[in-house]
């Protein structure tokens, strides 16, 4: 598959949200029309719904993880452990980059942010996520 990241990049500087520009990159690989996914994912930029709390990329690379190995039967605990597994991992790796999972943190609107760490603009946020769902959820390793 060739790469979509610098795609992910063009539609948040096109004014879609930063999550919208994570998950609608990739939904159509997962089945899913583009117009559901805008709207889907619609909700969750800018930390949900604006509020600064877990940063939008986070929640698009999230929903993905949802679509790559969520379940369906309400009662798959082998199923929710997996998909809870991926979306540690995902969130995990983006927090040891960037200090935090929080919007308002990595955009230094409060303090917390680890000494040291430098505050980027959402764009490289929306990079980092594309490449991390490239690298985990669509490689054939």
């Known amino acids: 598959m060739e790469s979509r990241v610098e795609q ?12 919208q520009a994570v998950f609608v990159t990739y939904a159509d690989l997962f089945g899913m029309d583009k117009e559901q996914a805008f709207r889907l994912s619609s909700s969750f930029g800018g930390g ?20 790559y190995n969520g379940v369906t039967r309400a009662y798959d605990k082998d199923g929710k452990k997996q998909n809870y597994d991926t979306v540690q991992m995902l969130a ?3 927090k040891q980059a ?3 999972i929080v919007c308002k ?13 430098k505050k980027k603009p959402c764009a490289d946020y929306v990079r980092q996520c594309a490449e991390l769902v490239e690298k985990h959820l669509l ?3």
Do not use: Q
């Open 139 to 141: 490689s054939n390793e």
């Open 8 to 19: 992910a990049v063009e539609t948040f500087k096109g004014g879609y949200n930063c999550a």
């Open 92 to 94: 995990g790796e983006f």
């Open 105 to 117: 943190y990595l955009l230094g609107l409060e303090p917390g942010l680890p000494e040291g760490m």
């Open 98 to 100: 960037n200090g935090s």
């Open 48 to 67: 949900i719904g604006g509020m600064r709390e877990v940063c939008g990329t986070v929640n698009g690379m999230s929903m993905l993880a949802g679509l």
